[in-house]
C-alpha cells in the first residue's frame, strides 16, 4: 500500500484563511494609497518599518503597506502553520513529502555542539567530519603541499557541476573574490556546451590544474560529459591513467558512481540527500569556495548562516526578516498581480548574486500543485531577476520608473567598500538610496512643468512612483555576511512556499530536463536516417540539424 504524505495537517486551502479573506478587504481599500501619502501621515514612517538583525538593516518602510497590512499578513503567517513548519524543517521532518526527504541545508551550519536527528541519528557529527576533511584538502592544496602528478602545485582549480552544484560555487567566489588566494585561478564549468570547458582551459596546464567534480547524484548529463572531457584534456597531456587520482576529486552522494569514474573515493566528500541542489553551497559542494577563501573564511561564512538561521527560528514574526521579506512578496504576487521581483546589489562582487537568487527562488517556488497535489487557484513563486547596480539604471530601471508593471525591488548595499578609491562608494550608495527615493515617490506633473517642462513633454518625464522596494544595509561584504543575505533568502522563500502550502524542495521540472534530451541525442548521432517520432516541428528541426551540422567541418574542407 502506497502511503500519501500528510504535511500540513489542520492548515485549510489559501484562499478560506481567515487572514487572506481579510487581506482581499483591505487591498480593496489601500491598493490605490501612493507611499507620498503615506510618508507625508506619519513623520516616523523609516522608523516604523525597519530595524536591524544579525547585522542587517532592513528598511521596509517603502512598501505599500500600513499597520493593518503588516498585521493582516502575519496572521495570514499564523493561519498557514509557519512556525510548525519552521519547527518541522529545523527537526528533521521529511517535509520535502514529493521526494520524502527532510530539508536540513540548516545542519549544514550547524555548531559542532548541536544535535539535529534524522531518522533517529545526530547528523551534526558528519557534517562536521566533512567540514574538517574539505579543511585539510583545501590546506593541502592552498599551502602546495598537494602536488599534481608530475610534482608540480596545483595553481587551478575548475569546478564542474550545473545548477545547484554550480552557482552557489561560481557565486561565491565572485562575491569572495577579494578573500581569494590570489595566486590561484578559479573556473567553472558548467554548460554541455563544449566553448564553456574549451574557454575554460585554453590557457591553463594540466599539470597545474586541479577539477572538482561536484554533482550529488553523479548521473547529470552535463556535469559528466564534462568531466569525461577533462579526464581526456588532462590524460592527454599527463599520459598516465595514475594521473586521475592527482587531478580530480568529487563531491557526491554517490559513491558507487564516483569509484566507477575512477576517482578514488579518499578524495571523495561526501553530502547527504537531505540537502537539496539549490541548497548545498555550503556543503562539500562549497569545495571551490574553501579553497579559494580558507578554512577560516568558510566558517565565518557558516557562521553568517547560521546567524540567521537562528534569527529566522527565534525572532517573532514582527521582527523576522525572512518572514517579513517573504510575506511582502506574497502581497505583491497575490494581491497586487506583480509578476517579478529584481534583486539589485550595489556590490560588483555580488555581480552572479541576481542568477544565484533565481534558481533558489524559481525553482523552489515555481510550483502549481499544493502539497497534498491539488491544483492552486493562485500565483506562487515570482520571478527573480536583476543585475548589479548602477549597471541596471542605464538598461531596465526604466522600465521599473515609467512602465505599467508593478516591479517590488530589493536593494543591497553596504556602508563600507572593500576597494576604497575616491568617492567611488559615496557615488554608488547615493544611487541607492536616489533610485529607492525616485521609485517611491516619483515626480509630480506640477514638479515637471515647475522645471519649465514645455506642456506636451510633461506626461513624458512625469513618474507616477508609488513603486515598492526594501532597502537592506550591511556593513561590509565578508563571508559571514554572504552567508546572512543567502540564509535571508532561503528562508523567505521557505516563508512564501508555506503560505502557498506547496513543496519547495522538490524539482520534477529539472529532473524532466534531464530525461527529455535523452530521447534525442541518438537520433542526432545516428549514421543512418533514423526514423521520426516526434511531432512536424521537431522531425524537421531534428532533419535540419542532421543536415547541416557538418556545415561547418565542409566549409572547412572546401575553404
Ligand atoms: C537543484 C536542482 C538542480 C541540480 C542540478 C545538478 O536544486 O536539483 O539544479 O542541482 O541538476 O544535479 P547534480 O548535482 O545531481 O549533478
Redesign the pocket.
Known sequence: MITIPQPQTGIIPLYERPAWKALQQHYAKVQNAHLRQMFAEDPQRAEHFAFEAVGLYFDYSKNRITDETVRLLLELANQSGLRARIDAMFSGEKINVTEKRAVLHVALRATKDESIMVEGKNVVPEVHAVLDQMTGFANQVRSGQWRGHTGKRVRNVINI?????DLGPVMAYEALKYYSQRDMTFRFVSNVDGTDFAEATRDLSADETLFIV???????LE?MTNARTARKWALRALGDEKAVARHFVAVSTNTAEVKKFGIDPANMFQFWDWV???YSMDSAIGLSTMIAIGPDQFRAMLAGFHAMDEHFRTAAFDRNLPVLMGLLAVWYNNFFGSQTIAVLPYEQYLKRFPAYLQ?LTM?SNGKRVTLDGTRVEYQTGPIFWGEPGTNGQHSFYQLIHQGTKLTPCDFVGFFQTLNSLGDHHDLLMSNVFAQAEALAFGKTPEEVREEGTPDWLVPHRTFEGNHPSNVILAERLTPETLGKLVALYEHSVFTQGTIWQIDSFD?WG?ELG?VLAQRIIPELEATEEPSLKHDSSTNALIRRYRNLKGGAARMKKNG
Open positions: 557541476g550545473i545548477g545547484g552544484s561536484s554533482s550529488k547524484t553523479f548521473t547529470t556535469t537539496g541542489g539549490r534558481q525553482e524539482q529539472v534531464k
